[in-house]
């Protein structure tokens, strides 16, 4: 056990440890009567739904973010000017080089 605990980091082992519980948990859950009744109402079913949930929020996070900033978007007149400038120039130096704009 010495070893492996050098060999791997403490957070490692640490993740290692609650998965191991949380299958054994799992597995007791899994083998309950209630559980062959009605599979919808237990803990196991929660646990598998997790990701899911997870992925739901994220989604609703990322959302309200976006929306956010681009409600609160402001101008940016200074790059506007310097864009509009710069089209200037280059259809001066395009036109002194003989195209039509």
């Keep these: 056990m010495r070893r492996l605990h050098e060999v791997m ?10 998965m191991s519980v949380l299958t054994a948990l799992i597995f007791c ?3 309950r009567k209630e559980l062959q009744k009605d ?3 237990s803990y196991f079913f929660l646990v598998l739904q997790l990701p899911l ?4 929020l994220f989604g609703s996070y990322a ?3 976006i929306g956010w900033h681009l409600v609160t978007l402001s101008d940016c007149n200074d790059a ?5 400038g710069q089209i200037e120039l ?6 002194k080089k003989g195209m039509k704009i």
């Design 9 to 18: 980091s403490r957070s490692t082992a640490s993740f290692l440890v609650w």
């Design 53 to 56: 949930y997870g992925l739901v």
């Design 80 to 84: 506007h000017k310097e864009l509009v």
């Design 29 to 31: 859950d899994c083998t």
């Design 63 to 65: 959302l309200t973010q």
């Design 39 to 41: 599979p919808y109402h």
């Design 90 to 95: 280059a259809k001066a130096d395009l036109s």
